[in-house]
């Protein structure tokens, strides 16, 4: 059987994990195992937070449409089931950005759902 060497593959491999842990501090940016390590902590901080980023801004959708329809008088709960009843069909990230971008037009669909 033939001998395979792996220095160029294994080079290859290291250079480009290593590119992938760049900008990082001490041994993450220069030991290989160390950079593995990092890259692999770094890539499952990135999926789980791409997943809680999803709730923070639903959270921070909710408490500006909240604070946007106690100065109209109404609970947010209350509206949401409203809007829900008259078969409105508006995300919460497009209702909290027309009671913070257009007060008027967002104060009209108020009065429109509250009937």
Sequence with gaps: MVRVKRGKTTKRKHKKLLSQTKGMKGLRKSSVKKAREASMKALSYAYRDRRTKKRNFRR???IRLNNALREEG???SKFINQLKDKKIELDRKILADLAVE???VFSKLVLEVSK
Excluded: R
């Design 74 to 76: 109404i609970s947010y």
């Design 102 to 104: 257009e007060p008027d």
């Design 60 to 62: 921070v959708w909710i």
